[in-house]
């Protein structure tokens, strides 16, 4: 079993930065990517952005491109989730995933997942 922490989530105003975290232990073997979903009130859960395991593959959705950084170190287990010129529409709960699976931008092909870390952008 992995178990997937996230931290960093917190009330910022718009244009702010924030930086999330997040932490797999566990059986965390090697080559798992790793990914980051959002879901606000009343919508369903999206896809963010996410990392293969060397990092050299990443993927964001559209709305965060030139926005959001995704990063890891493999050395602690951790991915990061850089977040620049926040919008209000970026508020939602903010999971993360792990998988061992090559398709890593589909939600379904995460099995390990965080608890999640509110972020709130206020205009």
């Known amino acids: 079993q992995v178990q997937v922490v996230e931290s960093g989530g917190r009330l910022v105003q718009a244009g702010d930065s924030l930086r999330l975290s997040c932490r797999a232990s566990?059986?965390?073997?090697?080559?798992?990517?790793m990914g980051w979903f959002r879901q606000a009130p009343g919508r369903e859960r999206q896809f963010v952005a996410a990392?293969?395991?060397?990092?050299?593959?990443?993927y964001y959705t559209d709305s965060v491109k030139g926005r959001f950084t995704i990063s890891r170190d493999n050395s602690n287990n951790t991915s990061y989730l850089q977040m620049t010129s926040l919008k209000p529409e970026d508020t939602a709960v903010y999971y993360c995933?792990?998988?061992?699976?090559?398709?890593?931008?589909?939600?379904?092909?995460?099995?390990?997942w965080g608890q999640g870390t509110q972020v709130t952008v206020s205009s």
């Open positions: 995933a792990v998988t061992y699976s090559d398709y890593i931008r589909q939600s379904s092909e995460y099995p390990f």
């Open positions: 566990g059986r965390a073997s090697s080559y798992y990517a």
């Open positions: 990392i293969s395991w060397g990092g050299t593959i990443t």
